[in-house]
């Protein structure tokens, strides 16, 4: 393995450390409190060429591999104090565009890639249901043709970007026994008939992340907005969540990094009992832990990025880098706050923001319990 | 119509390194006020009113990166003087000077300064070289006359000053002529096929040589603690006998 940069890999991740640190945190506190997406944030990143990143140059983006990717990411999360934005952006790259990159037709790729590279379109994907989580391909929302159209029928929960996207990657399946065998794919753009994005969801943390239920009424699709084959939705959903598993909490390496140096500069700054509080073993332990845990994630997500640019399977690596950043990003919030004291628990600060950002890393894209499932079943248990 | 651009790679003054979290070393950037010059000449060409804007730049192949940041934001390409010496603002002006002579721009629009070391000269000295108009600290470009003028507002302590100077030109800018766009990442792949021309003195025909030597460079001494006083008379006391920033007679 080797991760050395070369000088073209390093000056875009310096350029991508220097628009995050300088363009993307304003108004971040507001906007947590109020639940509001930073449209403007997200346009600055489209421009900049961030949702583009892995898009093929034929289609407006840059084409750069999955290790160039996710250390540009690790350096927007880095730079960038909004992780619900960033979340945002992590749905759409690998729930929306992901899927149309390896599944979709040369007509579809051409008519959605460039807006979905430049920002001007916002994507997502409706997979989740009331009754169909974890089991992700026990879900109930049905398709039939009728007259060269497809018609969905049935309800989404948890649909990161739903209020804001222009264009869903919507999951259902034409007979429930067929399990996952029966599942397709559809391109659905924003109002079309039938489709009704209800209410926007409240949450603990990523609240700049807008989320919602929708709901599909004989929701009319036209038939070239099938997403890959007829029944072959499953296989394009866990390629899709192996992407997201994999990459996701890149951004996540770089918000703990953020941690580690603000807890190194205050550590050294707060006096109590007459020295600084990083003098105290107590107080320095917790920062080793947090390097380290830094350092380890680290080199997860590069591995991980660095087999999946030589087309080896990741599916373990991917289910091990999100279960084992996850619980290192809570950790060093956790830690953090204690670190910080009092002060790490006001608003304010914008620590306790960072964990309530890093729950849900344990929930989202599988929990760490189905995270643990994967890895045990690709050991033989 | 063409736009020269020189511009200065000097160390990045947003560059926090965090003691002891080892995560950067100190960073080299486009200095801030070239920048602005390299933006209002884009922005220039953009409107269609001239068609070249070319970069210069002094420096050892280490500038290369702030190049093709320039060429990132739009420079169409650049020259690099290949001299790694360190050069004072007389010597800096030679060159360009002979830069201007191969270049032939319409207009050479710089940084009034260069903030590591803050001379505010070479625009000045290479105006008198050439024996070019100059128009200094500009917050403002227009141009008149079917592009054989320009119209400069320059911003001075006694308020803003408005000139007119006959093109070619030297323009140096201030602060607030315009905010700098960011570099995009397709911005720095398509800087990547742009021509960079490396050229040396002795390729130019000048011969420099430094006219002012620096003998050190030194941090300002720290500030000491501040004290507490317990009564307006103690502070009139000290801010009289001690700082001295009052006379004895006031009041």
């Known amino acids: ?381 | 119509m063409k736009i020269l651009v020189p511009f200065k790679s000097v160390p990045d003054p947003n560059d926090a390194t965090v003691a002891g979290a080892a995560v950067s070393t100190p960073k080299s950037v486009i200095n801030p006020f070239d920048e602005i010059a390299i933006e209002e000449a884009l922005r220039i060409r953009e409107r269609g009113e001239v068609s070249e804007v070319v970069g210069v730049t002094i420096g050892a192949p280490a500038v290369d990166e702030q190049i093709r940041a320039a060429l990132a934001m739009g420079v169409d390409r650049a020259i690099r003087i290949d001299d790694s010496r360190a050069l004072d603002p007389y010597a800096v002006a030679r060159i360009l000077g002979a830069v201007v002579e191969k270049e032939a721009p319409d207009v050479v629009i710089m940084g009034k300064q260069a903030v590591d070391d803050d001379s505010n000269q070479v625009g000045q000295m290479l105006a008198g070289l050439l024996g070019w108009p100059q128009a200094t600290f500009v917050s403002k470009i227009e141009f008149l006359d079917n592009k054989t003028r320009a119209r400069c507002t320059r911003e001075t302590d006694a308020g803003l000053e408005v000139v007119e100077v006959d093109l070619p030109a030297i323009i140096t800018t201030d602060l607030r002529l315009n905010e700098p766009r960011y570099v995009s990442l397709p911005g720095l792949m398509r800087a990547r096929r742009k021509p960079i021309e490396v050229l040396n003195c002795d390729q130019l025909g000048v011969t420099v040589r430094p006219l002012t030597t620096v003998l050190s460079i030194a941090r300002p001494p720290r500030r000491a603690a501040g004290t507490r006083v317990e009564s307006i008379e103690e502070l009139m006391a000290k801010l009289r006998q001690e700082a001295k920033v009052l006379s004895q007679y006031v009041f």
């Open chain 1, 1 to 381: 393995m080797d991760f050395a940069w070369s000088d073209q890999q390093r000056e875009l991740l310096d350029a991508v450390g220097r628009f995050a640190t300088q363009q993307l945190n304003y108004d971040v506190i507001e906007n947590d409190r109020e639940g509001v997406f930073n449209h403007d944030a997200w346009k600055k990143c489209g421009d900049f060429g961030i949702q583009g990143l892995l898009v093929p140059t034929d289609y407006g983006g840059l084409g750069t591999d999955p290790l160039t990717t996710v250390a540009a990411l690790e350096r927007l999360g880095y730079g960038c104090k909004d992780n619900g934005l960033l979340f945002s952006i992590n749905a759409h790259m690998w729930t929306a565009i992901i899927p149309l990159v390896y599944n979709g037709s040369e007509a579809q790729k051409k008519k959605y890639l460039p807006g979905l590279s430049n920002g001007t379109l916002i994507g997502g994907n409706a997979m989740s249901e009331p009754n169909s989580g974890s089991d992700a391909f026990s879900l109930s929302t049905t398709v039939t043709k009728k007259n060269s159209k497809y018609i969905l029928n049935g309800s989404k929960i948890f649909v990161t970007n739903g209020p804001i996207a222009d264009l869903l990657v919507v999951f259902a399946t034409v007979d429930k026994t067929r399990g996952p065998n029966g599942i397709s794919a559809f391109l659905v753009e924003k109002n079309s008939p039938g489709m009704n994005v209800a209410r926007k969801l409240e949450k603990m943390g990523l609240r700049t992340s807008p989320m919602a239920e929708v709901f599909f009424e004989n929701c009319e699709v036209p038939v070239e907005n099938l997403l890959g084959k007829e029944g072959g939705g499953a296989f394009l959903f866990t390629r899709s969540m192996t992407w997201e598993r994999g990459c996701i909490l890149a951004s996540a390496v770089g918000s703990m990094q953020r941690l580690l140096e603000r807890c190194i500069r205050y550590a050294n700054e707060r006096k109590q009992g007459g020295q600084s509080i990083g003098k105290y073993q107590l107080v320095a332990s917790k920062i080793v832990d947090m390097k380290v845990r830094v350092e380890s994630s680290r080199h997860m997500l590069y591995h991980y990025a660095w087999l999946s640019g030589r087309r080896k399977a990741v599916y373990l690596e991917a289910a091990m880098t999100k279960l084992y950043i996850s619980d290192c990003w809570v950790k060093c919030c956790e830690d953090a706050i204690q670190i910080h004291g009092g002060y790490g628990y006001m608003t304010e600060y914008e620590v306790e923001r960072e964990l309530r950002d890093a729950i849900g890393s344990k929930l989202y894209s599988g929990t760490s319990e189905i995270q643990r499932n994967i890895v045990a079943s690709m050991l033989g248990l």
